[in-house]
């Protein structure tokens, strides 16, 4: 089947955190339109494709893309016209070899990403059909157990709480719905809990969860554990942790910063096994830092009640899940494709994780729009688990919207069970 490109055209857009982003349309000869916009997280690894931005603090602070989106019309566009839009391999080599970097940092990740993204729904589109159906190959069976942010860390006034996300895990039912509907219980009640524990109402923090109340993760946990019970639904919701912890780490003295101490990697792997003694954790993410591989290894040894998973350390990237998987350092990772810059390198990463029985759990960033192709990832790969924000904002409730139509669209679909991933 051929269908060939005829048209791709960029612009400038803004994210959910009004931040300038890179928006492009592929149109084909067929009539197909696809559409598609690189988000931003808050937390990058060093490893990561690059976003070009501009530079110029006259206008978004220096944030803007315009010089992304010139690329994409003068150097990429050329190069695709009259392309099969059925070839994504071929269409995001071509890009890859255009830029010439190891990082995409010539074109930027965020143009070449933008285009990978409305080329694939592009394809989709040509075949009329929605584009997880086109990356299932056919109708899906499952969709995953959404796992929600809603406690998040940071630098506050009086402290830091140095992990990035607590989050809850609503994964004892078969239903989508009601899935969602405990996780936004359970979120609405942590606004009472929090302001009792806090003789205030809680802050709203810049992922749009609640700003975390103290700098002891255990303080934090049992807040959410006693939300949780209040709302009846004990045994039924575990808990998630993405620590982020490179955005903590010195590297001079090689050392976590930890309820306002300085600790060593082995006392960090040490207090997040005693966490994981005390809470039941799906899984800990992004534990230590994106160079610490010895550390890694050593956590996956002696953390036996939850997954390790990888996302700065990984970057959805096939060379390091490889080194990941010989050396034994992760039970699986974030699978985030804007971290890569193409949907055929993440595909690549995903398919080699799926071989080598790693764990994908595709998620979001904190920057992000509302047609976010993650969740065609979540729904067409069938994956376990996705990363999801709170619910709260307009592009984290779309994401919940996403999978409820997905649900109900598809005969004999239901929520994943993740009973025989559990380690608890």
């Known amino acids: 089947m051929n269908d060939k490109i005829i048209a791709v055209e960029a612009q400038q857009i803004i994210d959910c955190k009004c931040r300038p982003a890179v928006e492009v349309v592929v149109r084909t000869e067929s009539g197909a339109i696809g559409r598609g916009a690189a988000p931003t997280g808050t937390s990058v690894g060093m ?42 391999r071929a269409i995001d080599d071509t890009m890859i070899a255009l830029d010439g970097t190891e990082n995409k940092q010539k074109l930027g990740g965020n143009a070449i990403y933008s285009v990978s993204i409305a080329a694939f729904r592009a394809a989709a589109d040509a075949r009329r059909i929605p584009l997880y159906n086109y990356i299932a190959g056919g109708e899906i069976k499952t969709v995953p157990v959404p796992c929600f942010n809603v406690i998040n860390g940071g630098r506050y006034e009086l402290f830091s709480q140095t992990f990035n996300e607590f989050l809850i895990v609503p994964y004892v039912t078969d239903s989508i719905d009601e899935a969602i509907e405990m996780a936004v219980t359970v979120f609405q009640k942590l606004n009472d809990v929090l302001t009792r524990y806090l003789s205030s109402k809680p802050q709203v923090a810049s992922s749009y969860g609640y700003a975390a109340p103290s700098d002891d993760p255990e303080v934090v946990l049992y807040l959410m554990q006693e939300a949780i019970d209040q709302c009846g639904y004990t045994g039924r919701i575990a808990f998630a942790l993405d620590c982020a912890s490179s955005e903590f780490y010195d590297a001079d003295s090689k050392t976590y910063l930890l309820k306002g101490e300085r600790v060593t990697s082995d006392r960090l792997i040490a207090y997040a096994r005693e966490l994981s003694e005390k809470f039941n954790f799906v899984f800990i993410e992004d534990l230590l830092d994106e160079n610490d591989w010895e550390g890694y290894q050593k956590a996956v040894r002696e953390i036996p009640r939850t997954l390790i998973l990888g996302d700065d350390l990984t970057v959805t990237k096939l060379s390091f899940l490889q080194r990941a998987y010989e050396e034994k350092a992760v039970d699986g990772f974030i699978l985030k494709p804007n971290q890569v810059g193409t949907i055929s390198e993440a595909m690549d990463a995903y398919h080699f994780a799926a071989d080598k029985g790693l764990i994908a759990v595709p998620s979001g960033r904190s920057g992000g729009v509302v047609d976010d192709v993650v969740m065609d990832f979540s729904v067409g790969l069938q994956v376990p688990l996705q990363k999801n924000g709170a619910p709260r904002s307009g592009e984290r409730i779309e994401k919940l919207n996403f999978l409820m139509r997905a649900n109900a669209a598809s005969e004999h679909c239901r929520l994943y069970d993740i009973s025989p991933l559990v380690r608890f």
């Open 47 to 88: 490893y990561e494709a690059w976003v070009l931005r501009d530079g110029d603090k006259s206008t978004y602070n220096g944030l803007s893309v315009h010089k992304a989106v010139q690329n994409v019309e003068q150097i990429i566009a050329p190069a695709l016209i009259g392309m099969n839009i059925f070839d994504q």
